[in-house]
């Protein structure tokens, strides 16, 4: 009999997922006696009665490294250890599935399983480890905020998405003499709002890592315009970038709405408008930097498959890619260090942080 790896993805779906996981079936092809299957829509696929699973075979995964999404689906709410299960009544009652799990990869033979998620994932990834699981990761987030590896593929893609957003809302904001404030995701990481607002040349770049004073932003605005309201300014904010209100409330979510309203109460001279750029930075076909991470990340997964490295995650570490182990990526975000020379770079060309 073959041996048999599966392939879960999880969490949101990202651009290079399909370039990781046909790297993952080509590099496996090498292999005489090894085949890859792989489980729909997160773990439901392995889970399921009856299962859903999809033979990944070299004609299935036949240039897919050009599409955005996955051609397996993904799910970011199917957690083995507390997987929601549909009840005779109708209810759905969260069950802890993973001997179900370890059975099933058992009785079908599969000898390692390749987990391609986010920060959760793999604290997902390590406990079905420590359960006894053959399992591998791979890193994937556009928020690159997942630690030890330089670079999650799908990053360089969204962050190339919002520039493009940046460079059209800045014509319209200079016809107009407006202000545009454009919402990228980034709940924890302002990584996609830092990079583009550098290579987009945003005026006022805010992101989770710094609180910023609405004051502030304000007077960076003002600078932008002359006595006769000539000017334009753009402002380029992470989801999950907040500031504090009046009566020292957190503002958080919704942000762009927030800071737009902000200033149409504080009277600000120009016109406002907002833009939520959110799911076009996680579709799309991946550009040439992601397919190549991720095809790197899907080769080296196999190959720590092979050595029987269970219990780590491949790596993209000072220009080469490597592994680690799982309990050392979990639990720590890659947020934005605030000595990174990206925010020295920003501030050197007057992009304020709301400071
Ligand atoms: O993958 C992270 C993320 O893209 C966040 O930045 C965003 O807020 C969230 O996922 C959106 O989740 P969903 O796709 O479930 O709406």
Same mark, same amino acid.
């Given at each position: 009999?073959?041996?048999?790896?599966?392939?879960?993805?999880?969490?949101?779906?990202?651009?290079?997922? !399909?370039?990781?996981?046909?790297?993952? @079936?080509?590099?496996?092809?090498?292999?005489?006696?090894?085949?890859?299957?792989?489980?729909?829509?997160?773990?439901?696929?392995?889970?399921?009665?009856?299962?859903?699973?999809?033979?990944?075979?070299?004609?299935?995964?036949?240039?897919?490294?050009?599409?955005?999404?996955?051609?397996?689906?993904?799910?970011?709410?199917?957690?083995?250890?507390? $997987?929601? @299960?549909?009840?005779?009544?109708?209810?759905?009652?969260?069950?802890?599935?993973?001997?179900?799990?370890? $059975?099933?990869?058992?009785?079908?033979?599969?000898?390692?399983?390749?987990?391609?998620?986010?920060?959760? %994932?793999?604290?997902?990834?390590?406990?079905?480890?420590?359960?006894? @699981?053959?399992?591998?990761?791979?890193?994937?987030?556009?928020?690159?905020?997942? #630690?030890?590896?330089? $670079?999650?593929?799908?990053?360089?893609?969204?962050?190339?998405?919002?520039?493009?957003?940046?460079?059209?809302?800045?014509?319209?904001?200079?016809?107009? !003499?407006?202000?545009?404030?454009?919402?990228?995701?980034?709940?924890? #990481?302002?990584?996609?709002?830092?990079?583009? #607002?550098?290579?987009?040349?945003?005026?006022?770049?805010?992101?989770?890592?710094?609180?910023?004073?609405?004051?502030?932003?304000?007077?960076?605005?003002? %600078?932008? $315009?002359?006595?006769?309201?000539?000017?334009?300014?753009?402002?380029?904010?992470?989801?999950?970038?907040y500031f504090k209100n009046e009566?020292?409330?957190?503002?958080?979510?919704?942000?762009?709405?927030?800071?737009?309203?902000?200033?149409?109460?504080?009277?600000?001279?120009?016109?406002?408008?907002?833009?939520?750029?959110?799911?076009?930075?996680?579709?799309?076909?991946?550009?040439?930097?992601?397919?190549?991470?991720?095809?790197?990340?899907?080769?080296?997964?196999?190959?720590? #498959?092979?050595?029987?490295?269970?219990?780590?995650?491949?790596?993209?570490?000072?220009?080469?890619?490597?592994?680690? !182990?799982?309990?050392?990526?979990?639990?720590?975000?890659?947020?934005?260090?605030?000595?990174? !020379?990206?925010?020295?770079?920003?501030?050197?060309i007057g992009i304020s942080f709301?400071?």
């Amino acid at each position: 009999m073959k041996q048999r790896i599966l392939i879960v993805n999880s969490g949101g779906d990202c651009p290079g997922m !399909n370039a990781v996981i046909r790297a993952i @079936v080509k590099r496996t092809h090498l292999e005489s006696n090894w085949e890859v299957i792989g489980s729909i829509n997160g773990f439901d696929g392995i889970l399921s009665e009856p299962l859903e699973l999809m033979p990944l075979t070299q004609e299935k995964v036949e240039d897919i490294q050009t599409l955005g999404g996955t051609i397996l689906t993904t799910n970011n709410r199917r957690n083995p250890f507390n $997987y929601p @299960v549909l009840q005779e009544d109708g209810t759905i009652k969260k069950i802890d599935y993973t001997d179900k799990l370890i $059975y099933n990869l058992k009785v079908l033979g599969f000898d390692a399983l390749i987990h391609i998620g986010g920060n959760e %994932s793999h604290k997902i990834s390590l406990k079905l480890y420590e359960k006894g @699981v053959n399992i591998i990761g791979i890193p994937k987030t556009i928020n690159n905020d997942l #630690a030890i590896t330089d $670079y999650s593929f799908g990053f360089q893609t969204a962050a190339q998405v919002a520039t493009e957003a940046i460079d059209k809302l800045v014509t319209t904001a200079n016809s107009h !003499n407006r202000v545009l404030i454009l919402e990228v995701m980034g709940r924890d #990481a302002g990584w996609i709002a830092l990079s583009s #607002a550098i290579a987009g040349g945003a005026d006022v770049c805010l992101i989770p890592e710094i609180q910023f004073n609405i004051d502030k932003v304000v007077e960076k605005l003002k %600078s932008r $315009y002359t006595a006769e309201g000539r000017g334009f300014a753009n402002i380029v904010v992470a989801e999950g970038a907040y500031f504090k209100n009046e009566n020292g409330e957190i503002i958080k979510g919704n942000i762009a709405r927030e800071i737009a309203s902000k200033l149409r109460d504080l009277n600000f001279e120009a016109d406002i408008r907002e833009t939520i750029l959110g799911h076009l930075q996680r579709g799309g076909t991946p550009i040439a930097f992601d397919r190549i991470l991720a095809t790197q990340l899907g080769v080296k997964s196999v190959e720590l #498959a092979l050595d029987k490295k269970f219990g780590t995650m491949a790596i993209h570490k000072n220009s080469d890619v490597s592994h680690i !182990n799982l309990k050392k990526v979990i639990n720590k975000y890659n947020k934005v260090d605030l000595s990174h !020379n990206l925010i020295h770079t920003a501030k050197g060309i007057g992009i304020s942080f709301g400071d």
